[in-house]
């Protein structure tokens, strides 16, 4: 049974870190494009990061470049969000994906795992 698995969430004050991490089993997603996304409740489910096979290409949304970045391990199975200078609007529910490309959109996304939430605190 393949499973993605975001932790690292929390709750934290405006201007602090956190790590997301994001776990696979069931299979290897070692050739394949994992995307980070987030949503908060009523809105539409929001792309932050993607990062292809290799790790040497990534794709930020504008709200967060320059503060978050994404990284891969493919002999983990497993992807990385290291946020910065974290801030209010920051806060929602994060989700890891699997991608045949790097893209923005939702829908080309599968596997969505179970996600993991970030609070930020004014």
């Known amino acids: 049974q393949v499973q993605l698995v975001a932790s690292g969430g929390g709750l934290v004050q405006a201007g602090d870190s956190l790590r997301l991490s994001c776990t696979a089993s069931g299979r290897s997603f070692s050739s394949y494009t994992l995307g980070w996304f987030r949503q908060t409740p009523g809105t539409e489910r929001q792309f932050v990061a993607a990062?292809?096979?290799?790790?040497?290409?990534?794709l930020y949304a504008d709200s967060v470049k320059g503060r978050f970045t994404i990284s891969r391990d493919n002999a983990k199975n497993a992807m990385y969000l290291q946020m910065n200078n974290l801030k209010p609007e920051d806060s929602a529910f994060y989700y890891c994906?699997?991608?045949?490309?790097?893209?923005?959109?939702?829908?080309?996304?599968?596997?969505w795992g179970r996600g993991t939430q970030v609070t930020v605190s004014s």
């Open positions: 990062v292809g096979w290799n790790n040497d290409n990534t």
């Open positions: 994906a699997v991608s045949n490309w790097v893209n923005i959109d939702p829908s080309r996304y599968d596997y």
